[in-house]
């Protein structure tokens, strides 16, 4: 089955403990790329990856890294999480037409 | 740059009631467009699509959307809404073309309540 996986779906955690939110997918797309969704502002892109190798900030970066050494992983990164970065996060995959994106069932991170 | 407005954050309608979600959207370039649906404590799910095919555009669950691009709109209908068409809507637009970050650009949600 297409899917975009990501873990966990549920995380607590304490002001400044480093985490990592793990995405896979087995599509063999190109593009992947984190979002946030908070109420009221909708989804807002964090950051975005054309290739391995190959990442870009979206619109709100700050406090998040990325990596993608490997085309179907695409970890998002908080080394020292605050509570204003508690939010849902999903990460999204899409082939070159731009028309096949596919979310992840996303991870609802809590920090305290 | 793209945007994208959702007019109504909270829209409710009875059961069996005509559903419209309203959508306009900015973009520099001929865009993508995209309806997704969020169930309670789940992820987003495609409704449809609009890629410069058909301006009328069907997607799952009964639910259409109508391209007009001298209105910039694309809002989303429902003839009958059914009970467990209850949850939050979003509208989302991807600009075709040049550049290499394939961003949907999301407005704010609509959420949809359905009463008996």
């Known amino acids: 089955e297409a899917q975009v996986t990501q873990n966990p779906r549920y995380l607590i955690t304490v002001t400044g403990k480093k985490l990592t939110v793990t995405c896979s997918q087995n599509m063999n797309h190109e593009y992947m790329s984190w979002y946030r969704q908070d109420p009221g502002l909708g989804l807002r892109q964090i950051y975005y990856?054309?290739?391995?190798?190959?990442?870009d900030k979206g619109d709100v970066p700050e406090g998040y890294k990325v990596s993608r050494k490997e085309k179907r992983n695409f970890p998002l990164i908080l080394e020292s999480p605050s509570p204003n970065q508690t939010s849902l996060y999903f990460c999204?995959?899409?082939?070159?037409?731009?028309?096949?994106?596919?979310f992840g069932s996303g991870t609802r991170l809590t920090v305290v | 740059a793209q945007s994208v407005t959702q007019l109504g954050s909270h829209v409710s309608v009875s059961e069996g009631a005509l559903v419209l979600l309203r959508c306009n959207y900015s973009?520099?370039?001929?865009?993508?467009l995209f309806w997704y649906v969020q169930y309670p404590n789940q992820g987003l799910q495609l409704l449809l699509k609009?890629?410069?095919?058909?301006?009328l555009v069907k997607g799952i669950n009964g639910f259409e959307a109508e391209f007009k691009k001298s209105e910039t709109s694309f809002h989303l209908t429902k003839p009958s809404a059914h009970m467990s068409d209850a949850a939050e809507y979003f509208c989302a637009v991807s600009a075709k073309g040049g550049g290499s970050n394939y961003k949907l650009t999301f407005g704010k949600g609509t959420l949809l309540t359905v009463n008996p």
């Open positions: 999204a995959s899409s082939p070159r037409d731009r028309v096949g994106y596919t």
């Open positions: 609009y890629t410069s095919a058909a301006t």
């Open positions: 973009s520099s370039v001929p865009p993508y």
């Open positions: 990856s054309m290739n391995v190798e190959v990442t």
